[in-house]
T-cell receptor, first 110, second 113 residues
Framework: GQNIDQPTEMTATEGAIVQINCTYQ??????LFWYQQHAGEAPTFLSY????GLEEKGRFSSFLSRSKGYSYLLLKELQMKDSASYLC???????????FGTGTRLQVFP | DVKVTQSSRYLVKRTGEKVFLECVQD?????MFWYRQDPGLGLRLIYF???????EKGDIPEGYSVSREKKERFSLILESASTNQTSMYLC????????????FGQGTRLTVV
């Protein structure tokens, strides 16, 4: 079976740094995606990792360790608009399946 | 910009009705997906299609079927709607055979009464 775990909720303060973790146990792995979803809206793509290491994109970075089945999304210089759910998704090897975790709801306070 | 359009934002249907949810994408993507999203359960894959007339079951296909007669359109069918199918339904599409991101529609909030 497929198992992707994320914390349910996190809180942080404006201007701070927050790290959202994702661990996965899947039948094959071919890349990990992070999405942002504001309440009532569609998920939008943030980042993609297929090799081990850190990918940086402005205030957002994503890290992957395939041997540990672990990824994190790092958000720096938090803004109020970063309050949203963050979804981790794994592409299953040899298929076109994208399997999502349950998502982490982040609340940013002033 | 990639556009994925779902036919309705909100739907209310009665138990036992046959329900069609339509999704259209305009970027010639091979892969299309239907998910449902419920609080505490995240996005769960119902069905996906990797090409016209090709489909595969996801994790929760029971009570659903799909149709992909044309590349741009992927339909989700609830054969006989039940109250436990009340949910947010999200359609997504992506290029096949490449590790590209999926693009999502705005979602259809379905209530079965």
């Amino acid at each position: 079976g497929q198992n992707i775990d994320q914390p349910t909720e996190m809180t942080a303060t404006e201007g701070a740094i927050v790290q959202i973790n994702c661990t996965y146990q899947t039948s094959g792995f071919n890349g990990l995606f992070w999405y942002q979803q504001h309440a009532g809206e569609a998920p939008t793509f943030l980042s993609y990792n297929v090799l081990d290491g850190l990918e940086e994109k402005g205030r957002f970075s994503s890290f992957l360790s395939r041997s540990k089945g672990y990824s994190y999304l790092l958000l720096k210089e938090l803004q109020m608009k970063d309050s949203a759910s963050y979804l981790c998704a794994v592409k299953i090897k040899n298929t076109d399946k994208l399997i999502f975790g349950t998502g982490t709801r982040l609340q940013v306070f002033p | 910009d990639v556009k994925v359009t779902q036919s309705s934002r909100y739907l209310v249907k009665r138990t036992g009705e046959k329900v069609f949810l339509e999704c259209v994408q305009d970027m010639d993507h091979e892969n299309m997906f239907w998910y449902r999203q419920d609080p505490g359960l995240g996005l769960r894959l119902i069905y996906f299609s990797y090409d016209v007339k090709m489909k595969e079951k996801g994790d929760i296909p029971e009570g659903y079927s799909v149709s992909r007669e044309k590349k741009e359109r992927f339909s989700l069918i609830l054969e006989s709607a039940s109250t436990n199918q009340t949910s947010m339904y999200l359609c997504a599409s992506r290029l096949g055979s490449m590790n590209t991101e999926a693009f999502f529609g705005q979602g259809t909030r379905l209530t079965v009464v």
